[in-house]
């Protein structure tokens, strides 16, 4: 069942070269606006405000408060029913880039090292309004373009196994990009062996996982996904060469999202139209009732901010390990959400639906 854990001094650099490359083209990228990005503000109905007060039949977000008389904008009303769609959609989205199980309870062992590149597929409810929040909806047609029901994220990982300040301990960190975005989780883990080792035996290994992930790449929201994992594994040769793990998981996550600043006006340029007090032209898009003021600054707002999501989600996969190669797969199943906020956005439902997960890593065991 053991394996020498050491490679050759030039396959040893490669892989290290390799690694850090690919880690430099994906920081490297540029930046880009994609159909998966958050654009939070499609999530408000548009409706027409009252004849004369933006000065044309012009569309705008129906959360806007104005004065009936003037047009001047008082501030943003976000009701209920939005503070819920926020809350499935940061749901089903803290999933998408929550800390996956892909790997079994042994530890790698306090002289082991691995890297791997990893592929997950998770399902989300494209066709419920709070998907409604993503570039890929036209505010002015819903139906016209939606997500796709699966977002697909792709990253890397390094784990090491110690030996201090406990036994049978495995750290480990990477990153995962939600394709069709400029979204990134960076991602941490500590994994201690509670039970390992005895693969003579018909005992399993049992492990504890707690694991954090911290997203990124969006001024939208600020999101962290906290997880406890529970798991259970056990290893058996292969014709005296390989090794193959099956393992079952059980975690429990922690969706912290707290909403960026966002423009109910972004066609509105708020300091262009106080320009216009001293003698500028009055930008597009704006209504000329409000020129000379910064009444547009007013369109700023943020989601209230709510209780911690929490969801429960269940896992089932494998490790086959061969020399220092290896290949893992896991099918991961979180049950709809039911969580509810409970003092600060008039009790906002959780409304996310079950969603299933599938994940594939690969790359050195060392």
């Not at 070269?17 to 540029?30: H, I, Q």
């Not at 904008?73 to 803290?94: C, H, K, N, P």
């Not at 090794?243 to 912290?256: C, H, K, S, V, Y």
């Not at 429960?312 to 906020?341: C, W």
């Amino acid at each position: 069942m053991a394996y020498p854990r050491a490679l050759p001094k030039p396959i040893a650099t490669a892989v290290f070269a390799f690694a850090f490359s690919l880690l430099a083209l994906v920081g490297a990228r540029p930046a880009r606006a994609g159909r998966n990005d958050l654009q939070l503000l499609n999530l408000c109905p548009l409706h027409t405000p009252a004849a004369g007060v933006l000065g044309g039949p012009v569309q705008e977000c129906k959360w806007i408060d104005r004065d009936p008389t003037t047009g001047a904008t008082r501030g943003v009303i976000v009701d209920s029913d939005a503070q819920a769609r926020f809350r499935s959609l940061m749901s089903e989205l803290g999933v998408v880039v929550a800390p996956r199980l892909v790997t079994p309870a042994d530890t790698l062992g306090f002289a082991g090292f691995q890297f791997s590149a990893e592929l997950g597929v998770t399902q989300i409810s494209a066709s419920r309004d709070y998907w409604d929040g993503v570039a890929a909806v036209n505010p002015g047609n819903r139906t016209a373009s939606r997500p796709d029901s699966y977002l697909t994220t792709v990253g890397g990982f390094a784990r090491k196994g110690l030996w201090l300040p406990v036994p049978a301990l495995e750290l480990g960190g990477g990153f995962v990009n939600v394709l069709g975005s400029s979204l990134f989780a960076l991602q941490a883990y500590a994994k201690i062996g509670l039970q390992e080792g005895f693969h003579g035996w018909a005992l399993p290994s049992v492990a504890v996982r707690g694991a954090v992930s911290q997203l990124v790449g969006t001024d939208q929201v600020d999101m962290t996904v906290s997880s406890v994992d529970v798991i259970i594994s056990k290893a058996f040769s292969v014709g005296g060469t390989a090794r193959f793990e099956p393992f079952l998981g059980w975690n429990m996550l922690f969706i912290d999202a707290r909403s960026g600043v966002i423009d109910a006006t972004p066609a509105c340029d708020a300091f262009a139209l106080h320009a216009t007090a001293m003698g500028a032209t009055l930008p597009p898009n704006c209504p000329a009732r409000q020129a000379g003021t910064w009444d547009d600054l007013n369109a700023n707002f943020t989601f209230p901010r709510q209780d911690v999501i929490t969801r429960q989600r269940l896992s089932g996969g494998f490790k086959m390990k061969l020399a220092v190669l290896f290949l893992a797969a896991a099918y991961e199943i979180t049950p709809a959400g039911h969580s509810n906020d409970q003092s600060r956005s008039n009790g906002a439902q959780d409304q996310s639906q079950t969603q299933q997960s599938f994940s594939l890593s690969a790359g050195f065991d060392f």
